[in-house]
């Protein structure tokens, strides 16, 4: 009787050290070819969100900045967060639609050693455009490197903030004690462009200071709105992993670190 000798399979991942380059604009990162790791400086242009189904509205709706004009604070919010992974960043929707050449749900979180996902409130995956002066590429950026780039404010801190603020809009609470709607908390306090006024931040500021329940939801808010301010901002330094095989528009560079360049 002749024994066949069969082949083992494995069940784990062997981390492969990834090769590192430093670009020195964005038109080098985009022209890369291999997968690696790549650092860069560049200026925030936008946030797309990359959502499919047909209720979602026009195509121009999901871009966050001419949004932010309209004031339509809480339904990008409802956008930006829903129920899924902390570890992975995968959303726990069954009518998610395959958007990043994955499948709707994933059964098995393959960053945890247990397999299993941990489920809470999350940062949807969304694409942040950013440029320089040669080129503009979308970065993927997935619900921990979303929680870097609005200031360390996790998904559960902006919607238990903007629930409670419904709660108490709808007792009635609608004063100027910072419990107003957003409609009456921005009005005189922005530029004519949107964009939080000097007198608004130091306001914010200045509530904190003096003991006042910190509103992560506006906070939050204010955050997007000087992120997306195009000729005010400084370049940022963002770390990247590229992966050759995927397409710019199905995230070919997965955002991994972000820093703020020291002047």
């Given at each position: 009787?002749?024994?066949?000798k069969?082949?083992l399979?494995?069940n784990?991942?062997?981390?492969?050290?990834?090769?590192?380059?430093e670009?020195?604009?964005?038109?080098?990162v985009?022209?890369?070819?291999?997968?690696?790791?790549?650092?860069?400086?560049?200026?925030v242009?936008?946030?797309?969100?990359?959502?499919t189904?047909?209720?979602?509205g026009?195509?121009d709706?999901?871009?966050?900045?001419?949004?932010?004009?309209?004031?339509?604070y809480?339904?990008?919010?409802?956008?930006?967060?829903?129920?899924?992974c902390?570890?992975?960043g995968?959303?726990m929707?069954?009518?998610?639609?395959?958007?990043?050449?994955?499948?709707?749900?994933?059964?098995?979180?393959?960053?945890?050693?247990?397999r299993?996902?941990?489920?809470?409130?999350i940062?949807?995956?969304?694409m942040?455009?950013?440029?320089?002066?040669?080129?503009c590429?979308?970065?993927?950026?997935?619900?921990n490197?979303?929680?870097?780039?609005?200031?360390?404010?996790?998904?559960?801190?902006?919607?238990?903030c903007?629930r409670?603020?419904k709660?108490?809009?709808?007792?009635?609470?609608?004063?100027d004690?910072?419990?107003?709607t957003h409609?009456?908390?921005?009005k005189?306090?922005?530029s004519?462009?949107?964009?939080?006024?000097?007198?608004?931040v130091?306001?914010?500021?200045n509530?904190?200071?003096?003991?006042?329940?910190?509103?992560f939801?506006?906070?939050w808010v204010?955050?997007?709105?000087?992120?997306?301010?195009?000729?005010?901002?400084?370049?940022?330094k963002?770390?990247?992993?590229?992966?050759?095989?995927?397409?710019?528009?199905?995230?070919?560079?997965?955002?991994?670190?972000m820093?703020m360049?020291?002047?």
């Amino acid at each position: 009787m002749v024994l066949q000798k069969r082949q083992l399979v494995k069940n784990w991942k062997v981390n492969k050290e990834m090769k590192y380059q430093e670009c020195i604009s964005v038109s080098l990162v985009s022209s890369l070819t291999i997968s690696c790791k790549a650092t860069f400086s560049a200026s925030v242009g936008e946030i797309f969100l990359p959502l499919t189904s047909e209720s979602d509205g026009e195509k121009d709706q999901r871009f966050i900045r001419r949004r932010l004009y309209m004031m339509e604070y809480d339904k990008i919010m409802e956008d930006l967060i829903c129920t899924g992974c902390k570890l992975c960043g995968f959303p726990m929707n069954m009518e998610e639609r395959n958007v990043f050449g994955q499948i709707r749900v994933s059964l098995y979180c393959q960053k945890s050693s247990s397999r299993l996902h941990t489920l809470c409130l999350i940062y949807r995956k969304f694409m942040l455009y950013v440029w320089d002066e040669s080129e503009c590429i979308p970065l993927l950026v997935t619900n921990n490197c979303a929680e870097i780039l609005f200031g360390n404010i996790t998904a559960e801190q902006v919607y238990t903030c903007y629930r409670d603020e419904k709660i108490q809009s709808s007792n009635g609470r609608n004063s100027d004690d910072g419990t107003s709607t957003h409609a009456k908390a921005s009005k005189g306090g922005e530029s004519s462009d949107g964009t939080p006024s000097d007198q608004e931040v130091n306001q914010r500021l200045n509530n904190i200071k003096q003991g006042e329940r910190t509103d992560f939801y506006k906070i939050w808010v204010i955050l997007l709105k000087m992120l997306l301010r195009h000729e005010s901002n400084s370049p940022l330094k963002f770390t990247v992993n590229v992966n050759s095989e995927l397409s710019q528009e199905n995230g070919r560079f997965e955002l991994i670190g972000m820093t703020m360049p020291c002047v």
